[in-house]
């Protein structure tokens, strides 16, 4: 098995020419023959730690936030699913700003399911300490931590950390070469913009498997596309408006830049939004409530238009972003989506503003226990 992947019998395809569009002439190429890949996907799901309400509609405090995203990491494994996901965030409708802190909660009460983060704002944060903090994480779960690096949608950690927004697409480039280099787990000799240089030097701990699996989250940019390929990291897609079928783009761009760059083929992820209930009506009518708050009050802040139901509706149809629903609707689109960008991870983030706890239980109990095994089952 080779990133989540396995190679089948030794059969090949012939070779065949690939042709790059580019605005200004195309360019052929041969690209080699390669093994028949056969994908075996990873199911997951992941939360920023919104702040919910209670039965009453009161606001719950950020600490019992947490202590509830820690028991949602619990029942995730419970219910058979590969993965859970905390992100980051810096403001008060989020209760998680440490996501290690709390996957290390969750490693503590598991044995199985994989713990990462979604995402990791690098930009704002100190390379050498988030590989140590999942480094520790991967040991304390016996092996079990990931995390993807971004730039992030949100900017409150940049003057919260003392960063000028100016220096967004510098600080990236350069904290991410040096994370890169930092995944070698060895003797780091670097020098960049952003930092003094380092000459020799080995960061503890190391893993016990000696790679930290590391995603690069990536929105709508080519280039970050690009970047993820040139260090040879797998790609998350997030995903949170229009046909998921239009990343395909990407996921050919991911695969030319990774043969131009020398690297095998790597895993694509998707992030996407989602809830299941057991109904469609049921699902949108729960769900839509939280979601539209949660969207208008961030809308507010970055002149978005307020958000409507018709629009809603548009995205949680067969053909949009958002995969709300049934049971068997959410497979649906899962394979959909799955099978046309060749994932090998699909997370739904069910963590929707407001929505109340008891309702995400009963979503990821779901999520596990009837969408899972109807996609594996279909994609195997």
């Given at each position: 098995?080779?990133?989540?992947?396995?190679?089948?019998?030794?059969?090949?395809?012939?070779?065949?020419?690939?042709?790059?569009?580019?605005?200004?002439?195309?360019?052929?190429?041969?690209?080699?023959?390669?093994?028949?890949?056969?994908?075996?996907?990873?199911?997951?799901?992941?939360?920023?730690?919104?702040?919910?309400?209670?039965?009453?509609?009161?606001?719950?405090?950020?600490?019992?936030?947490?202590?509830?995203?820690?028991?949602?990491?619990?029942?995730?494994?419970?219910?058979?699913?590969?993965?859970?996901?905390?992100?980051?965030?810096?403001?008060?409708?989020?209760?998680?700003s440490a996501p290690d802190v709390v996957l290390t909660a969750v490693a503590a009460r598991t044995e199985r399911i994989r713990l990462g983060s979604s995402v990791t704002v690098l930009s704002s944060d100190d390379p050498i300490r988030v590989f140590q903090r999942f480094a520790t994480l991967d040991a304390v779960s016996n092996g079990r931590a990931e995390v993807t690096l971004g730039r992030g949608s949100f900017t409150e950690s940049f003057p919260l950390f003392g960063f000028d927004l100016a220096d967004y697409e510098t600080l990236f480039a350069d904290k991410l070469d040096l994370f890169a280099a930092l995944l070698r787990e060895g003797p780091v000799t670097w020098a960049g913009t952003t930092r003094p240089p380092l000459e020799g030097v080995t960061v503890h701990p190391q893993t016990a498997s000696g790679s930290l699996r590391t995603w690069i989250g990536v929105g709508g940019s080519p280039e970050s596309v690009v970047r993820a390929a040139s260090y040879g990291l797998p790609l998350m897609l997030a995903i949170i408006g229009g046909d998921p079928v239009r990343f395909k783009p990407f996921v050919e761009l991911f695969e030319d830049a990774l043969a131009e760059h020398g690297h095998a083929m790597l895993p694509v992820g998707v992030h996407a939004p989602g809830y299941v209930a057991a109904t469609d009506e049921q699902a949108r009518d729960e769900y839509y409530p939280h979601y539209a708050a949660m969207a208008d009050r961030i809308g507010r802040q970055r002149g978005w238009p307020p958000m409507t139901r018709a629009r809603f509706e548009a995205e949680a149809g067969p053909e949009g972003a958002m995969f709300v629903g049934s049971p068997e609707t959410v497979t649906a689109k899962i394979v959909r989506a799955a099978t046309a960008l060749g994932l090998s991870r699909f997370d739904l983030k069910y963590s929707a503003g407001t929505l109340p706890h008891p309702l995400i239980v009963r979503c990821i109990e779901l999520y596990g226990n009837e969408v899972a095994p109807a996609v594996r089952g279909a994609l195997a």
């Amino acid at each position: 098995m080779v990133g989540g992947w396995w190679l089948s019998a030794p059969r090949y395809e012939r070779a065949r020419l690939v042709i790059t569009a580019r605005p200004e002439r195309p360019v052929a190429r041969w690209r080699a023959p390669v093994p028949t890949l056969v994908r075996v996907i990873e199911l997951g799901v992941d939360t920023f730690g919104d702040v919910t309400v209670d039965g009453e509609g009161r606001a719950v405090p950020h600490h019992q936030v947490i202590r509830d995203v820690v028991e949602e990491g619990v029942l995730a494994e419970q219910v058979g699913l590969d993965f859970f996901g905390v992100g980051e965030h810096h403001r008060d409708d989020f209760s998680v700003s440490a996501p290690d802190v709390v996957l290390t909660a969750v490693a503590a009460r598991t044995e199985r399911i994989r713990l990462g983060s979604s995402v990791t704002v690098l930009s704002s944060d100190d390379p050498i300490r988030v590989f140590q903090r999942f480094a520790t994480l991967d040991a304390v779960s016996n092996g079990r931590a990931e995390v993807t690096l971004g730039r992030g949608s949100f900017t409150e950690s940049f003057p919260l950390f003392g960063f000028d927004l100016a220096d967004y697409e510098t600080l990236f480039a350069d904290k991410l070469d040096l994370f890169a280099a930092l995944l070698r787990e060895g003797p780091v000799t670097w020098a960049g913009t952003t930092r003094p240089p380092l000459e020799g030097v080995t960061v503890h701990p190391q893993t016990a498997s000696g790679s930290l699996r590391t995603w690069i989250g990536v929105g709508g940019s080519p280039e970050s596309v690009v970047r993820a390929a040139s260090y040879g990291l797998p790609l998350m897609l997030a995903i949170i408006g229009g046909d998921p079928v239009r990343f395909k783009p990407f996921v050919e761009l991911f695969e030319d830049a990774l043969a131009e760059h020398g690297h095998a083929m790597l895993p694509v992820g998707v992030h996407a939004p989602g809830y299941v209930a057991a109904t469609d009506e049921q699902a949108r009518d729960e769900y839509y409530p939280h979601y539209a708050a949660m969207a208008d009050r961030i809308g507010r802040q970055r002149g978005w238009p307020p958000m409507t139901r018709a629009r809603f509706e548009a995205e949680a149809g067969p053909e949009g972003a958002m995969f709300v629903g049934s049971p068997e609707t959410v497979t649906a689109k899962i394979v959909r989506a799955a099978t046309a960008l060749g994932l090998s991870r699909f997370d739904l983030k069910y963590s929707a503003g407001t929505l109340p706890h008891p309702l995400i239980v009963r979503c990821i109990e779901l999520y596990g226990n009837e969408v899972a095994p109807a996609v594996r089952g279909a994609l195997a």
